[in-house]
């Protein structure tokens, strides 16, 4: 498989999800960030919203309660975030993306963090997203010259598109699913019109211990399925573009 030395990354996420201890209740995720602090400066909470509804004769409907169920760690100068969560872990880099290893390596090492504070008993799912930004030349009118994902269109329609949005989901061989979410994000003043692949490869898993090789085996397995389809996807005028 070819790797692109300019490929154009626009945000990378890792994503795990877990099954906390039954005493996890008292777990204060704030403190996940305590010793990050020159790393990741900014931090905000992440709030889930829980309605209620009462049947009773008044029919009245229960106010939403806010909880906090962990927060996000951001470093806004590098383009990264760690999420510590009662339901998982993320963690984001944006663009410039160096290389897998480099990525793969940071968030081995916060999800190590995260498994010391929050000792997670399994993991249910991992997650591998991707959102490419592919500027589109001058002198490129027929977008098919760079991605094979758009649809061939019938004599008589109009095919010089200035907004498309095109989404599918597909099983992998080895039982996970990938989600291509093809778009197109118009021009402005800072940037160029682009297209957006965005390449999610997810994996249900039957409670894998948290502390395994097995884990990072099924990323693996995930990246080679991102990379599988990101490079279907892209015609070889695309491909000289990231050389």
């Known amino acids: 498989m070819e790797l692109f030395p300019k490929a154009p990354i626009h945000e990378a996420l890792l994503d795990l999800q877990v099954v906390l201890p039954p005493d996890s ?34 029919q009245k409907q229960i106010p939403p309660v806010k909880n906090v169920s962990g927060y996000l760690f951001t470093s ?5 975030t760690v999420q510590a969560r009662r ?31 929050a000792h997670p008993i399994a993991v249910k799912r991992i997650g591998l997203r991707y959102i490419n930004r592919i500027e589109i ?3 490129v009118t027929d977008l098919r010259e760079l991605c094979l ?24 061989d ?11 994000d118009a021009p402005s003043q800072s940037s160029k019109a682009a297209i957006i692949l965005d390449i999610d490869v997810v994996k249900t898993l039957d409670n894998v ?22 490079d279907a996807s892209l015609t070889l005028k ?3 573009m990231f050389r």
């Open 25 to 58: 209740e008292r777990l204060d995720f704030k403190l996940f960030g305590q010793g990050l602090e020159d790393r990741f400066p900014e931090k905000q909470k992440r709030v889930e919203l829980v309605q209620s509804f009462q049947f009773a004769d008044d």
């Open 76 to 80: 806004k100068q590098h383009g990264k």
């Open 87 to 117: 339901d998982g872990f993320t963690f984001n880099k944006l663009r410039p993306y160096s290389k897998w290893d480099d990525f793969s390596a940071e968030a081995k090492e916060l999800w190590l963090r995260y498994l010391d504070f």
């Open 137 to 139: 030349p001058d002198g």
């Open 149 to 172: 994902l758009f649809p061939t269109i019938p004599k008589g329609v109009p095919d010089i598109w200035f907004e498309y949005f095109q989404r599918f989901a597909s099983q992998l």
């Open 174 to 184: 080895n039982g996970g699913v990938s989600i291509v979410t093809l778009s197109i």
């Open 209 to 230: 211990p948290p502390a395994t090789e097995i884990l990072w085996g099924q990323c693996e397995e995930l990246r080679k399925w991102k990379n599988g389809i990101f």
């Open 238 to 240: 695309a491909k000289e």
